[in-house]
């Protein structure tokens, strides 16, 4: 099972851009779909972007699109998320996440139980 460790994350002002970076170890990590989901304090986990095993196929919620970019490298074990101008209401822990089932990555409502989770960063944007 493949496990992640995330990075990035921060404070920006509004308009601004961050990148947050997932690192993957263990085996058979091109077999997992990822994503990224977060969430904001009082909110419940919402999903943000995700992407297909191979990388070619992506899926973004409405409010990030043309925004973000999700992008992975098979070869570095490695999942980012490109945020441009960035405004108040994204601000909250942004988690990436594994799974082997594609359904369930872009599941809404979030899908706890998917195969692996990141251990969450802040992103705080300030207006």
């Known amino acids: 099972q493949v496990q992640l460790v995330q990075s990035g994350g921060g404070l920006v002002e509004t308009g601004h851009s961050l990148r947050l970076t997932c690192v993957g170890s263990g085996q058979f990590f091109s077999d997992y779909a990822l994503g990224w989901y977060r969430q904001a304090p009082g909110k419940e986990r919402e999903f943000v972007a995700a992407?297909?095993?191979?990388?070619?196929?992506?899926h973004y919620t409405d409010s990030v699109q043309g925004r973000f970019t999700i992008f992975r490298n098979n070869a570095n074990k490695t999942l980012d998320l490109q945020m441009n101008n960035l405004q108040p209401e994204d601000s909250a822990v942004y988690y990436c996440?594994?799974?082997?089932?594609?359904?369930?990555?872009?599941?809404?409502?979030?899908?706890?139980?998917?195969?692996?989770w990141g251990q969450g960063t802040l992103v705080t944007v300030s207006s």
């Open positions: 996440a594994g799974d082997l089932n594609w359904g369930r990555i872009i599941a809404d409502p979030v899908y706890q139980n998917l195969d692996a």
């Open positions: 992407v297909s095993w191979g990388g070619d196929y992506t």
